[in-house]
């Protein structure tokens, strides 16, 4: 890899991406709308707001940070461009590292937007720091990139890359702990769960939720959710192909 190489990458992705005020608006506009929403389902239990607003702040970065980059590294394939790229002196490293930082920097925009309007527009009351939310929406993000980077050498279209949605997120979404504790779920879909790294990223958030100091759940925890990200960006460096077959 080279880090010259990498911050150019990232350069042009960012680019690329001030010209496409829809992607913007799905990456920054749409969680907090989100948010809106959900504090008024439950405007008249905000405990309920509370313990499922904490998760979401990692979910939604996860969710949308997986659709925009499958389908952007989706369209440069197909569109030729990342094709033209590889027959330079790019590795894939450093084409799969671009990527990675340049919505990383749009991870930290997201997810200090909708952790500030959660905290201190919509009253999300937490007893623990809100860098700790910040952090583990950030590492959500870069698991959502690493993922989107990684199934978007397995589809054809634009389209087949969105069915990759049910496929990859909505299990996670289930079994993560968000609809229901993991403790009381059936033994099989519990294992599931406990493989599962958004499963990590709920538990991180609930940690932060009711403790005012870093735990070492919460430690584990987002060190779970860095590793799996880091182990997917390498099989995505791995798998990247310069066309579409």
């Not at 010259?4 to 042009?12: D, E, F, K, M």
């Not at 932060?208 to 070492?216: A, C, P, S, Y």
């Amino acid at each position: 890899m080279n880090a010259s190489r990498t911050l150019a990458t990232a350069a042009r992705v960012l680019r690329q991406l001030r010209h496409d005020p829809r992607t913007i608006a799905l990456l920054l506009v749409v969680p907090c709308l989100m948010l809106f929403l959900l504090r008024f389902v439950y405007d008249g239990s905000p405990q309920v707001f509370d313990n499922i607003g904490a998760s979401l702040l990692g979910i939604f970065p996860l969710i949308t940070m997986f659709l925009v980059t499958s389908i952007a590294t989706l369209r440069e394939r197909t569109s030729g461009t990342l094709e033209r790229l590889l027959a330079m002196p790019l590795a894939k490293g450093d084409l799969i590292a671009g990527y990675a930082l340049a919505f990383g920097a749009l991870a930290i925009v997201q997810s200090a937007i909708a952790t500030g309007l959660a905290l201190w527009f919509l009253g999300l009351d937490v007893v623990g720091s809100p860098w700790l939310l910040l952090l583990v929406a950030l590492l959500d993000a870069l698991l959502g990139t690493a993922l989107g980077l990684f199934v978007s050498a397995f589809a054809a279209s634009e389209f087949q890359a969105v069915q990759f949605m049910p496929a990859v997120i909505f299990p996670q979404l289930v079994l993560c702990g968000l609809l229901t504790p993991r403790e009381k779920m059936q033994p099989v879909l519990q294992g599931i769960s406990n493989v599962l790294p958004m499963s990590y990223a709920v538990d991180g958030m609930n940690e932060v939720l009711r403790h005012t100091d870093m735990t070492t759940a919460f430690v584990r925890d987002a060190l779970i959710v860095a590793g799996c990200a880091l182990l997917v960006l390498g099989l995505g460096a791995a798998t990247l192909r310069r066309r579409t077959a």
